[in-house]
Every structure is written in structure tokens, then in C-alpha cells.
């Protein structure tokens, strides 16, 4: 009876650890919180037990960073870049800056094929005006509407932040996938016990 409640402890506090570093990862990529339908983008399952799909793959060969490179990559060869999808597309945004991406709303995948953002979201936004780090910076601290022609254009919105630079949807987010794999821990750990 003791060995069994040893081993039930010993793997939830192994699987938490693990699943606290799932949830980490969220805030480091615009919009991950925002993808309708999905809490872990990064991964082959909702949950983030699986093994990470090409996204995943890329954003980890990128030093679990948003960078530059990610960003102009497409993971899923849908013809759009993992910038567009998410709402980045000049790929100019920060975690650390703590502002909302270009566009919140109309996000797509970035490793699904099937699904594609909206090109009207960016077809009016000129990448080449932003030339360096200081006018990523401005205008990241800007508020940004794209105009179309064909449809009413987003503005971006404000993030509501907490001390540590994580927004209220990407903490729900940290929690959903915290909470589906310790859903899976405590099934596993009385499985074995």
C-alpha cells in the first residue's frame, strides 16, 4: 500500500514538473493562446502529451523562441508563413514587449494545412518599412488597423498583463494544458497503483 502511494506521488510530481514546461512555452509565440480549437499548438494532440508536430519541431530547432526565422518559415507548406498565421507577419514581435500582435481575431494554425489566416489581414501592411530593431519597437508600441478593401479590418487589441508579462487568455491556456496532462498523470499513476 505505501510503494503504491509512493509511486503515485513520486509520478504526478514528475508529470507536473513536466507539464508546467508545456504551458511555459505559450507565452513565447503570438497568438498561441488564440488559435480556436487548440491549446497546445506545438504538439500532435490538444493536450501536449504527444510528440510535437512540425511547428513544434521548428520552434524547438529555433531554441523555443520566436524568431525572425521561425517566423518567415511555414511550417505546415500551406503558402503561408508561420508569422502570418498567427498575426505577426512583419514578424517583428516580442514576448517580452507584452503587446498583442498585429491582429488577435482570424488566426490560424501554423502546423495545419487545412487551415489559413485571412491574406487580407496583412495585404495592406508594408514588412519593408520596418528596418530595424528600434522601428520593431515603435511599432509594436502602435496601434495598428489594417485596411482592405473587401473586408472590415482588425485593430489590434491590448493585452491585459500580469507582472510577469503573460496575458489572462495565455494563463486560462497554460492551465488547459497543464490540466490535461495532469488528467493524464493521475490516470497513468492509477493505473499503476
Known amino acids: ?9 513520486g509520478g504526478m510530481t514528475l508529470l507536473v514538473a513536466t507539464t508546467q514546461g508545456y504551458g ?3 507565452p513565447r509565440i503570438p497568438n498561441a493562446d488564440n488559435v480556436d480549437g487548440y ?3 506545438g504538439h500532435t494532440s490538444d493536450n501536449g502529451h504527444k510528440p510535437p508536430n512540425a ?3 521548428a520552434f524547438e530547432n529555433a ?3 520566436w524568431t525572425v526565422a521561425l517566423c518567415q518559415a511555414d511550417a505546415d507548406g500551406d503558402g503561408q508563413t508561420n508569422g502570418q498565421e498567427p498575426g505577426d507577419p512583419c514578424c517583428v514581435w516580442t514576448e517580452s514587449s507584452g503587446d498583442a500582435p498585429r491582429w488577435t481575431t ?3 494554425h501554423p502546423s495545419d494545412a487545412t487551415l489559413k489566416s485571412d491574406p487580407s489581414l496583412w495585404a495592406n501592411i508594408n514588412c519593408n518599412a520596418d528596418t530595424s ?3 520593431a519597437a515603435t511599432e509594436a508600441n502602435s496601434t495598428v488597423t489594417p485596411t482592405t478593401t473587401t473586408t472590415t479590418a482588425p485593430t489590434t487589441t491590448t493585452n491585459t498583463t500580469t507582472g ?3 496575458s489572462d487568455a495565455s494563463s486560462i491556456m497554460n492551465l488547459r494544458c497543464w490540466a490535461s496532462e495532469l488528467a493524464l498523470a493521475t490516470s497513468i499513476a492509477l493505473f499503476l497503483a
Open 1 to 9: 500500500m505505501v510503494s503504491g502511494s509512493l509511486v503515485l506521488i
Open 24 to 26: 511555459y512555452y505559450v
Open 39 to 41: 491549446n497546445c499548438i
Open 55 to 57: 511547428f513544434g519541431k
Open 63 to 65: 531554441g523555443n523562441e
Open 106 to 108: 482570424g488566426v490560424s
Open 133 to 135: 530593431a528600434s522601428s
Open 164 to 166: 510577469t508579462g503573460t
